[in-house]
């Protein structure tokens, strides 16, 4: 048998792809429409195993809806703006544009070896004037709907990348690609008010059937729905100047308990201790903690005693201090907070720090009024004591709802909702973004840029010669002059979550220029039927997706979709195994060999290498597989394979070099099989009554469909295994010609999506050129026997293969002849029968 030769056969296959131009079903509206988009890649350089996984599962869909007669929309795009190609600018000694465009021109021609069916004609990419020009549009359009802000306030600043991040890109207190830890600035920063769907965002997600749940409860515990209560606290100021503050706690129920207040340094209070020196370096101590709520819990609490005391409201005779405290935020509720020790772990570590009162409001019994935390706060369910009108009531719900009774009957609080969905600050401090298109008269007075002069197009930089933001040195470009008067450019650049929360809609009409989309595309592929990335994004990129589509729909008649994803999967990472050398540094995959079963330097095979665990593929570990390599020895039809085949798609797959060797070798198998259907069909025999085979095929073709629409690709995989191990053997019965041409060309054609190259020219060989997707017969799948499960007490006995749909006694009458089974019912009394027709029965003696 002649080897498979994928070189030669793969580029002939794309060199014809090439030629088409696209993929996608010639448009026929009265035709189901399907879109089908993966989350679209940053071209960093080249594209790496997880692009691999990524846009093979969604080429799969696309190929499958493709070939059962959908019009598809499987487009490609580039998130081209960003702060990595501006680092790389500045390391390089290059501008930012033409290290990102020779980048998309590489991962595009890597994209292409792996013969994705793809709409290239759609593509676009972010940092085209051609595309942000509509996002300034969308920015302004905004602005007039009130859904866009300017405002001072403290924000994320990462001292290493020198720019604003939004809470959603600050990971355990660092930021999300320098790793450094934030701190907290005040700027003047723009904002996108997503803050005022906060209800509708998360509403909806009880709509999205087919997302995973893991990702709605991400969501849901993001926006962070509370119910609380405001609450009114009096103050005694020697100076009289403060009356009252007002706190909002989801805990009313531990009001006993209380043993301090603490405010944000920016409450309207501090204006009072602004001369205050000890305050105002308290002030810039706060400043070393970020805002999110991770950098905030891993900080050290800190706090500064004013000389207030407050009352508690359940009973005035209970006094506290008044601090200023770092954990306390102006953003959240009213930036103010009651402190209550035994039952919240931040109040307890500041309680115990400045020596204040642990006083236990909640115990895990009834009555147990001597229940006591020391160094651990109790926050489980429970019962209130020591607590006067509330003792003995269940903690949280009874308790909470009997305590806001009785501040709003005594007018000292009131119900209250509250959400911890912050609005999101867009403005970064960076050159290679969207320029906002806003501009400053002499008073610092924000105005809108004229519709007619965008897009406001950044200015060249061959060459980044200052530290931060490199606009705000361009003169030139920074003052301008319209209708002759002066005015200064918003040298901030828009975050680049802004480039991606809308370039779905792109897709539908990316050749528009009076607008971002067409409305008549957009009403017909949106929302998008299946949208393919990582659940990393699931806060990030999926939250401000949603919120676009929001804000474009508020006040609009013409846009009535507020979803963009119908469908979410959610796929598993590329892990390898890590490797170190003797001096801990990390090795690449090309840098060890297998000696004696050890792991060895190549280099030196006297070394042996240190084995870590296997982790998700990473640039920074090394543990990273070329896809192109993969692809230039064993062809891009066995990288399908294998990336589909080792485990379910939504976890992690484990990379090995026997894995996708193996997945060559089968290609092989499946191209010998192909060669002795074609010697088969040249003697054309004739052939005596079998309908095995189709019946088989069949069969096979319902299993492919079930494993399609449940994501199920690696049992897709095992059956086509099973085929090949049925075909191999089934061609010895000598069919004839036609029926093996019908049979075995419907199972060529559901490989075309999995392995589209070996499949399409299998397919050329036997002259079939009507590519559609096989049905079956429903008939066919039934087999005239079954096997029956005998069961005796509930205990499995034996099997009986016998006729389908047979009668119960004559299934019994089949046990009693039955030599290894007739012995558990002699001399036994039958008491009752339990029978499920063409499965089992339970006969119980």
């Not at 209800?199 to 849901?220: G, Y």
């Not at 075995?744 to 499949?759: C, D, N, R, V």
């Amino acid at each position: 048998m002649e080897r498979y030769n994928f070189k030669e056969i793969e580029s002939k296959w794309q060199k014809i792809w090439e030629e088409e131009k696209t993929f996608e079903t010639k448009l026929e509206k009265n035709k189901k429409k399907f879109y089908c988009l993966e989350m679209f890649p940053y071209p960093s350089g080249k594209i790496h195993m997880g692009h691999v996984r990524n846009y093979t599962i969604g080429d799969v869909l696309a190929r499958y809806k493709s070939l059962q007669g959908y019009n598809v929309l499987h487009p490609m795009g580039w998130d081209s703006f960003g702060m990595p190609a501006e680092n790389a600018a500045r390391q390089n000694n290059l501008d930012p544009k033409t290290w990102t465009e020779k980048n998309i021109s590489t991962m595009k021609t890597q994209l292409k070896k792996l013969g994705l069916a793809i709409d290239w004609d759609r593509e676009i990419s972010t940092c085209s004037p051609e595309y942000y020009k509509h996002q300034q549009e969308f920015f302004l359009e905004l602005f007039d709907k009130g859904l866009v802000y300017r405002k001072e306030n403290y924000v994320n600043w990462d001292p290493v990348d020198q720019t604003v991040l939004a809470n959603e890109q600050v990971i355990d207190g660092k930021g999300w690609r320098s790793g450094a830890e934030v701190q907290r600035k005040k700027l003047n920063q723009w904002f996108f008010k997503i803050s005022k769907f906060s209800e509708e965002l998360l509403s909806n997600l009880d709509n999205l059937e087919e997302w995973p749940n893991k990702v709605k409860i991400m969501q849901k515990n993001w926006i962070g729905k509370s119910f609380g209560c405001e609450v009114k606290f009096k103050i005694d100021d020697p100076s009289k100047n403060i009356s009252e503050v007002e706190c909002y706690t989801t805990r009313p129920d531990t009001l006993f308990g209380m043993s301090f207040i603490a405010l944000s340094v920016d409450h309207p209070i501090s204006k009072f201790y602004e001369n205050d020196k000890e305050f105002l370096e308290f002030k810039q101590k706060c400043s070393k903690t970020g805002t999110t709520e991770e950098s905030i819990a891993n900080a050290e609490k800190i706090g500064f005693k004013t000389n207030l005391i407050a009352s508690n409201p359940l009973d005035p005779n209970l006094k506290v201090p008044v601090y200023f405290a770092n954990f306390v935020l102006m953003d959240y509720g009213l930036g103010a907070v009651f402190g209550c020790p035994a039952h919240d772990q931040r109040d307890l570590d500041f309680a115990i720090k400045y020596n204040l009162e642990i006083k236990t409001v909640v115990s895990p019994e009834k009555n147990k009024t001597d229940f006591k935390v020391k160094d651990k706060a109790f926050t489980d369910d429970g019962y209130i004591i020591n607590s006067s009108f509330l003792n003995n009531l269940k903690s949280p719900n009874e308790a909470i709802l009997k305590s806001i009774e009785y501040l709003e009957e005594h007018k000292l609080g009131k119900k209250k909702i509250n959400f911890r969905l912050k609005d999101w600050g867009i403005s970064r401090q960076r050159y290679w973004g969207c320029p906002i298109p806003i501009i400053y008269d002499k008073d610092g007075n924000p105005h809108k840029i004229p519709k007619n002069l965008l897009p406001v197009e950044l200015p060249k930089i061959n060459k980044f010669t200052s530290n931060g933001n490199p606009l705000d040195e361009e003169h030139d470009w920074k003052n301008i002059k319209i209708e002759n008067e002066n005015f200064t450019r918003e040298t901030d650049t828009l975050d680049t979550f802004v480039d991606s929360s809308w370039y779905f809609l792109r897709f539908c009409s990316p050749k528009k220029t009076g607008y971002g989309f067409d409305y008549e595309e957009m009403k017909y592929w949106m929302p998008v039927d299946q949208y393919i990335g990582g659940v990393e994004h699931a806060i990030l990129h999926l939250l401000y997706s949603r919120f676009f589509m929001q804000a474009l729909s508020y006040n609009n008649n013409n846009f009535e979709i507020q979803e963009p994803f119908k469908g979410l999967f959610t796929q598993g990472m590329v892990c390898h195994e890590t490797y170190k050398d003797k001096d801990n540094n990390w090795l690449s995959p090309d840098e060890v060999d297998l000696k004696n079963g050890k792991k060895v330097l190549k280099s030196d095979p006297s070394q042996e290498v240190k084995i870590g665990p296997s982790e998700s593929m990473s640039k920074s570990k090394k543990n990273t597989v070329d896809p192109e390599k993969i692809i230039n020895i064993y062809g891009a039809d066995a990288a399908r394979l294998f990336i589909l085949s080792d485990s379910p798609p939504e976890k992690d797959v484990q990379w090995s070099d026997e894995g996708i060797a193996s997945s060559y070798k089968f290609i092989q198998k499946l191209w010998n099989l192909n060669q002795k259907v074609i010697e088969e069909i040249k003697k054309n025999h004739d052939e005596k009554e079998n309908n095995s085979l189709e019946k088989f095929t069949n069969k096979f073709i319902k299993k492919v469909n079930n494993s399609l629409n449940n994501f199920s690709y690696n049992i897709l995989i095992a059956n086509l295994h099973e085929m090949q191990n049925f075909y191999s053997k089934e061609l010895i019965k000598k069919y004839k010609k036609e029926t093996l041409i019908e049979n075995y060309g419907k199972i060529l054609i559901t490989m075309l999506p999995i392995i589209p190259h070996f499949a399409n020219e299998c397919l050329k060989l036997l002259n079939i050129n009507s590519l559609e997707w096989p049905k079956y017969n429903e008939q066919l799948l039934h087999e005239e026997t079954v096997n029956y499960v005998i069961q005796i007490n509930g205990k499995k006995r034996g099997i009986i293969n016998s006729d389908r749909n047979l009668k119960e006694d004559d299934l019994i009458n089949k046990i009693q002849l039955d030599t290894s089974l007739k012995k558990y019912l002699t001399n036994k009394n039958i008491r009752k029968k339990i029978y499920i027709p063409n499965k089992l029965i339970n006969i119980i003696i």
